[in-house]
């Protein structure tokens, strides 16, 4: 994953959902070590700072936890904390953006939802 220094999203939380989508993809499993912030800021050329600001948004979030002097760990309801956040953030933000766009352009919901099914089954084909 390369971050993007251009998004209007802080490297830091770039940092953090990357360290999300990896504990989903599940290259990180309950009370399994991440990676230190001199690691992250290695393997993504930033400040060791910037990379620990990641974590501890994690942390914040009881995503991670600490283990003084050993390094940060995977919660061991992480995966589902996460799930729901971007459930409940992610998936709602562009729910409500499509939505508003299908109202600009005059798609009723019945014709929204067709479209909606049909995505999905073709992801699902995937």
Do not use: C
């Not at 830091?12 to 599940?26: F, H, K, N, P, T």
């Not at 990180?28 to 620990?52: C, E, H, M, R, W």
């Amino acid at each position: 994953m390369l971050l993007n220094s251009d998004s209007s999203k802080p490297i830091y939380v770039q940092i953090s959902e990357w360290l999300e989508a990896e504990i989903l993809r599940g290259h990180f499993a309950t009370d399994q070590k991440v990676y230190s912030q001199y690691q992250l800021a290695d393997k993504f050329n930033i400040n060791p700072a910037t990379a620990g600001k990641g974590l501890t948004l994690l942390v914040d979030e009881n995503i991670l936890y600490k283990k003084r002097g050993l390094g940060m760990f995977v919660a061991e309801d992480a995966r589902e904390k996460i799930m729901s956040k971007r459930k409940n953030q992610t998936l709602k933000r562009l729910i409500f953006d499509l939505v508003i766009e299908a109202n600009h352009l005059g798609v009723e919901e019945e014709e929204l939802m067709q479209m909606i099914k049909e995505t999905k089954r073709k992801g699902e084909v995937q």
